[in-house]
């Protein structure tokens, strides 16, 4: 491995990203994605709504205990989805961090679960485990020594002491390292390392979500959605003023930069970044107790105000989660 030398933010960043908000991506059946999440990893489903753009079909949220930036996935699953394929111009490998402490309950616990995974090793001085979801996504373990000082989520199989913690980040497959590059500097991510095809950027924030990996692919195929691909990676931002100053950034660059959409509980703004990554710039605010009570989120259906006519329908169309 080869340490880059630290350097600030170069001089064109309007206002650097603290790092990943959340992860997208497409999943087939609901109810086993469910089960994965919350009964194999642990997370928490902090939020149960729908795709605003297809609501016939969930939008689920998993995270930590508050739903915290860099802990949360969301997932669009379409029962029947075709299967996704990874490739260039893809976010492929997410990283979550587990305590380093942990590395053999995680062994132990995918091995009693009957959940092939691949021989550990190490990546940029930590411990990895590379394994798959039940639709193919590639998902990694990483034994983190930051995970042990957040506190984690018990649940009934997995104590709070060995909880999955969050993002380390996520692993970019790109066919134009240069470019793609050039885009995470605008955002305010530091190349730190590079080791083999890896190149490491990090964002100042924290202490979840910091790491971006692009791993050279030219030459791959082009990569295909579906069930198992990751839809897009959003990115931290503070509030409306520190979105609009990057969106100003990224659009003075020439990059095509959509206007600021309401998610109802963050506000975002998308564009692709060279190798054809969909990147999503998201608020922190208002969050996601904006609609219920921290304890009991993720238990209810939750529907923005223009959906809430339809709700009887909608709730007539969605399968069953349990």
């Known amino acids: 491995m080869t340490t880059a030398d630290t350097i600030s933010a170069p001089s064109h960043v309007a206002t650097a990203t603290a790092g990943i908000h959340h992860i997208t991506a497409i999943a087939g059946d609901p109810k086993r994605n469910v089960a994965f999440y919350t009964g194999l990893l642990g997370l928490r489903l902090v939020k149960k709504t729908v795709n605003f753009d297809d609501p016939g079909t969930y939008h689920l949220y998993y995270g930590d205990e508050t739903g915290s930036p860099g802990t949360i996935l969301t997932f669009f699953p379409w029962e029947h989805a075709a299967q996704g394929r990874a490739g260039t111009g893809q976010a492929v490998e997410i990283g979550f961090a587990i305590p380093a402490a942990s ?13 092939a995974h691949e021989a550990p090793v190490k990546r940029f001085g930590e411990t990895v485990i590379a394994f798959r979801d039940p639709d193919g996504m590639h998902l990694e373990l990483v034994a983190s020594a930051k995970a042990g000082d957040i506190p984690g989520f ?8 060995h909880a ?8 970019l497959w790109a066919g134009d390292i240069k470019a793609s590059s050039h885009v995470l500097g605008m955002l305010g991510l530091i190349k730190t390392a590079e080791e083999g095809a890896w190149t490491r950027f990090a964002a100042s ?4 979500g910091l790491h971006v990996d692009l791993r050279s692919t030219a030459g791959f195929p082009r ?30 660059e020439g990059l095509h930069v959509t206007d600021q959409l309401d998610r109802n ?11 054809g990554v969909l990147f999503e710039i ?14 009991t989120l993720g238990e209810h259906l939750k529907l923005p105000a223009w959906l809430e006519p339809s709700r009887a329908q909608i709730e007539a169309t969605l399968p069953p989660l349990v």
């Open 103 to 115: 590395l053999g309950f995680w062994i132990e616990r995918l091995q009693t679960k009957g959940i």
């Open 154 to 161: 018990a649940t009934a199989e997995i104590p709070a002491e």
């Open 164 to 171: 999955v913690r969050g993002f380390t980040g996520i692993t």
């Open 205 to 208: 924030g924290g202490p979840l």
């Open 223 to 252: 990569g295909a959605m579906g069930a198992g691909s990751i839809h897009h990676v959003a990115f931290r931002a503070a509030n409306d003023a520190a979105e609009f100053a990057m969106q100003a950034s990224l659009r003075a």
């Open 265 to 275: 509980y963050f506000r975002s703004i998308y564009f692709r970044e060279p190798s």
């Open 282 to 295: 998201a608020t922190d605010d208002p969050g996601f107790a904006v609609d219920e009570a921290q304890e």
